[in-house]
C-alpha cells in the first residue's frame, strides 16, 4: 500500500481524493434535497421520510461513514492544498489582475469550503445530532422530526447562515463540478462544453434548493404546530 | 510620419541579488508608440547608464516570440495585457499616453528572483530532464513518415509542443503550478507513437520533479491557459491527470526520481 499513498500525497494524486470524494459529496446532495423537499409536504411526509430512514439504520450508519471520510478527506487535502499553494508563491503581485483570466469561484475555493465547513459543524450539531442522539427538547423521541426543523426556521440568524453558506456552496459547486472532469482527466473539446452548463445547472438547482427550505419555513409558513 | 511620443510612469520592481528584499522605483519614460516593450526598457537602460546608475535586468533573445527567454508581469498579465504574444511581441501603441505601468518578476518559490526583473526558470530544466526525450536507435536514418500518424494527432501533438517553456503559466498562475509546462511537454510525446516507450515512466518523473521544486498544484482556474502566449490548451492537464493516475495504478514498479 506504500505506492497508494505516495501517490495520494503528491500534488495530482491530492487533486484525485478532492475530486473522488467531491463527486461523491455532488451525489450525496441531490440524494439529501429530494429527501428534504418531502418538507414541503407536510409533517407527516417529512417524518415519515425521516422514520424510513430509521427502519434501514445499519445500511444508513455505513453510508454516513463513507460520507464522513469523503468529508475529512476533502476538507484535510483541501487544506494542506491550499497551504501548498500559498508557500508556492511566497511574495504575492502588486498588481493582481486574476480576475481578467479566471472565475473568482475558481480562485475562492478554499474561502467557499470554509464557509460551508462553518456551516456544516453547525448543522450536524443542530439537526444531525437532534434527530440521531439527543434532543433537549424531546421532540425527536416522538418521532417530531418536523417540528425540529421548523423550530430552528423560525430562528434569523440560522436562516441567514443557512442561506450564505448555500450559496456558498453553489459557488463552490459551479467551479468544483467542472474541475472534477478536468481533475480525472476527461476534458474533451465536444463534451466539456456541455459538462460546464451542467455544472452550472446543478449548482443552481443546489443552492435554490436547499436555500427554498428556510427561505419558505422562515417566511412563508403559517405554522401547524 | 512623426507619431507623438508616449508619456509613461513605469513602477519597476529593482532587486539586488535573491537574498536581497526588492521593491518599486519609479520612472518616467517617453517613448515612441512604435516601440516594443523591451525597446522601451533598452531605451532608459541607456538613459540609466549615461548617468551611472545600474540598469534594470532583464532577459530576452530572439524578441520574434519564439525562444520563450523574455517575461514579465505588466499590470499583472504575464507578458502583458494583450493575448498569445510574448513581451517581445508587445508594442506600445497598445499603451495609453500618460498611463502607469507595474512592472514585476516572474513570482514563484521556484523561480527564484536572481536580479530585478531576472528569474532563474532552471526548474524548468530539471522537469525536462527527468523525461522530456525519447529514446531511438542510431543506426541509419529512417525514412522520414515511416510511421503512419493522423493529421489531427499530429496537429494536436504539434499544438502541445508549442510551448517555449517561458514560465508564464506559472506566473500566471495562483498556485504558481507548472501544470501546462510539464502538461504540454507530457503531451507532445504522449500523443505520438515516437514517445509511447517511456510514456508512464515519464509521467510520473516529471510530476515528481515538478512536486519537488516547489511549483504549487492545479486548481483548474485555467489562468495558465488564458495568459499563455502560446494558447497551450489545458486539455493537456487533463490528458497529464489521466496518464498519471494509470500509470500508478498499472505500473508493478516504482518509479523514484
Ligand atoms: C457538500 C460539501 C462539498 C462539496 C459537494 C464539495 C465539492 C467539491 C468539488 C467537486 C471540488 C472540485 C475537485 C476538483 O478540483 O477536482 C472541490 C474542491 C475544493 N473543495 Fe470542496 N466540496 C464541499 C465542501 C468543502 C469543504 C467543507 C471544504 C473546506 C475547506 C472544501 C474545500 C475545497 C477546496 C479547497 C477545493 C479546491 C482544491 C483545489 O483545487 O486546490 N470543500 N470541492
Redesign the interface.
Known sequence: MG?FF??TN???????VMAVTGSFLIIFLIVHLIGNITLFFGPDAFNGYVSALDVVKPLIRVVELVLLAAFVLHIYDGFV?WL??R????????????S????FT??W?FWLGSVIFIFLVLHLATFFWRFNFYDPSGLANNHLYFNIVVNFFQIWWYVALYIVAVIALGFHLH?GF??V?????????KYFPLIKKIGTLYAIVMAVGFASMPIYFFFFYGGSQ | MEEKNLKLKLKIWRQKNSKSVGSFVDYDVQVSPDASFLEMLDELNNSLEANGEEPIHFESDCREGICGTCGLVINGHPHGPLQKIATCQLHMRNFKDGETLWVEPFRAKAFPVIKDLMVDRSGFDKILEAGGYVSVNTGGAPDANLIPIPKDIASEAFDAAACIGCGACVAACKNASAMLFTSAKVSQYALLPQGQQERYRRVQKMIAVMDELGFGSCTNTYACEAECPKGISVTNIARMNRDFASAKFKSKEEVEV
Not at chain 1, 508557500?87 to 486574476?98: D, F, L, Q
Open positions: 505506492w505516495k501517490f503528491s500534488s495530482v494524486g491530492k487533486k484525485l492544498l501548498e499553494n508557500r508556492a508563491r511566497p511574495v504575492n503581485y502588486k498588481v493582481n489582475a486574476s481578467e483570466n479566471s472565475t475558481s480562485r475555493m467551479h467542472q474541475s472532469f478536468q481533475t480525472f482527466g476527461w476534458n474533451h473539446k
